[in-house]
T-cell receptor, first 111, second 111 residues
Framework: GENVEQHPSTLSVQEGDSAVIKCTYSDSASNYFPWYKQELGKGPQLIIDIRSNVGEKKDQRIAVTLNKTAKHFSLHITETQPEDSAVYFCAARTGGFKTIFGAGTRLFVKA | NAGVTQTPKFRILKIGQSMTLQCAQDMNHNYMYWYRQDPGMGLKLIYYSVGAGITDKGEVPNGYNVSRSTTEDFPLRLELAAPSQTSVYFC??????????FGEGSRLTVL
């Protein structure tokens, strides 16, 4: 089955710096790659997603890149702000029913 | 439109007790999921359902049961609770090819 690995597990940046979180997946049939943000005591919420027919997608300060050949995808957050502090999860889904998640990255943005 | 509603939010069980975590969604989503989240870990899929009357196992189904008698409800049953089931449980739903919408979570402690 699908396996998703996520790095780093913890990331600390200064406010205004960029943050990059990387994931790899194992199933070459995966075609949908969402990123979720989880704030303390809350359920995860989608922040951006990318499908396998696209190499990059951007939404304001957030961007995601996908390298299908290497089976890598990454989340880039620019101009980080304290409210970006949270746990971020990458995930992968084939055309089926299951979404498999990475282990998460705890991002700290220091003011 | 409440989205995905989970009850209870917190529960303490004794070893060997049983309980049901409730999940309801009002978005008319066909697909529903139960995940568990252990400290420092990602989300592991327990069970999922693609419609009323249809359920299937995820990555970690042992010790749990589910049913799906209506589109709206997807309860998770724990029989003979064990300390290893101490976790935060998230219910989620989606339409085919759509994003997952999560509930706020149910924090379960088994002592």
């Amino acid at each position: 089955g699908e396996n998703v690995e996520q790095h780093p597990s913890t990331l600390s940046v200064q406010e205004g710096d960029s943050a990059v979180i990387k994931c790899t997946y194992s199933d070459s049939a995966s075609n949908y790659f969402p990123w979720y943000k989880q704030e303390l005591g809350k359920g995860p919420q989608l922040i951006i997603d990318i499908r396998s027919n696209v190499g990059e997608k951007k939404d304001q300060r957030i961007a995601v890149t996908l390298n299908k050949t290497a089976k890598h995808f990454s989340l880039h957050i620019t101009e980080t702000q304290p409210e970006d502090s949270a746990v971020y999860f990458c995930a992968a889904r084939t055309g089926g029913f299951k979404t498999i998640f990475g282990a998460g990255t705890r991002l700290f943005v220091k003011a | 439109n409440a989205g995905v509603t989970q009850t209870p939010k917190f529960r303490i069980l004794k070893i060997g007790q049983s309980m049901t975590l409730q999940c309801a969604q009002d978005m008319n989503h066909n697909y529903m999921y139960w995940y568990r989240q252990d400290p420092g870990m990602g989300l592991k899929l327990i069970y999922y359902s693609v419609g009323a009357g249809i359920t299937d196992k995820g990555e970690v189904p042992n010790g749990y049961n589910v049913s799906r008698s209506t589109t709206e409800d997807f309860p998770l049953r724990l029989e003979l609770a064990a300390p290893s089931q101490t976790s935060v449980y998230f219910c989620a739903s989606r339409v085919p090819d759509g994003e997952l919408f999560f509930g706020e979570g149910s924090r379960l402690t088994v002592l």
